[in-house]
């Protein structure tokens, strides 16, 4: 039977997979539940963080869930873990792309309504910098979905070129044509706005 590892002890992806595929086999269903939960913990944020840019706020938390849910099932089959990173990010492209098939009207419609919520959190939110968020949001979505993709997984999750191709399944040279054409139409919505990139 596989042994659990404390959550302190830091042990890379890689490991925490090979963990849980061992388990799988073993059904052992506890150490499964820990090493994927040092998976989560460290990864949400930045899914999180990718579908909000992606996607906007609409069933954000949804959408998270069905990351890791489809990370969960494919787990045991992953065939190379030291890509778990490069893996993860493609599957939250591919729910963000099922997200804009379903809701594209619906999703034109939250950017051009407030917020709920956006009168609580002014309180305790920089207007400047709350202002400069919304703006980019705006940008991000005169971008083709195509566009905004790239920006959003080089400029603002900070991954490599090489990564993002990988994860989009196109060339290295397509990524950099679109981040340029993608930062050029940026510049030119801020420009318009008032502001700078």
């Given amino acids: 039977m596989a042994k659990v590892v404390p959550e302190q002890v830091y042990i890379t992806d890689k490991e925490l997979i090979l963990l849980c595929q061992q388990c799988e086999r073993e059904r052992a269903p506890q150490e499964i539940r820990a090493s994927f939960r040092q998976l989560y913990q460290r990864y949400q944020q930045r899914v999180r963080s990718t579908l909000y840019q992606l996607c906007g706020d609409r069933l954000l938390d949804d959408l998270v869930q069905e990351v890791f849910l489809r990370v969960w099932k494919g787990l045991p089959q992953l065939r190379q873990p030291a890509h778990f990173s490069t893996w993860l990010y493609r599957i939250t492209w591919n729910v963000a792309t099922d997200q804009r098939r379903?809701?594209?009207?619906?999703?034109?419609?939250?950017?051009?309504?407030?917020?709920?919520?956006?009168?609580?959190?002014?309180?305790?939110?920089?207007?400047?910098?709350?202002?400069?968020?919304?703006?980019?949001?705006?940008?991000?979505?005169?971008?083709?979905?195509?566009?905004?993709?790239?920006?959003?997984?080089?400029?603002?999750?900070?991954?490599?070129?090489?990564?993002?191709?990988?994860?989009?399944?196109?060339?290295?040279?397509?990524?950099?044509?679109?981040?340029?054409?993608?930062?050029?139409?940026?510049?030119?919505?801020?420009?318009?706005?008032g502001a700078s990139l």
């Fill in 102 to 193: 379903k809701f594209a009207l619906l999703r034109e419609q939250e950017f051009t309504s407030p917020s709920s919520n956006t009168e609580e959190s002014l309180e305790n939110t920089n207007l400047t910098q709350l202002y400069y968020q919304e703006l980019v949001q705006q940008g991000l979505q005169t971008l083709s979905f195509d566009h905004r993709v790239v920006l959003v997984l080089h400029d603002l999750e900070d991954l490599p070129q090489k990564q993002v191709a990988n994860i989009l399944n196109i060339p290295v040279g397509t990524v950099k044509s679109r981040i340029f054409h993608a930062r050029s139409a940026m510049r030119k919505f801020l420009e318009q706005q």
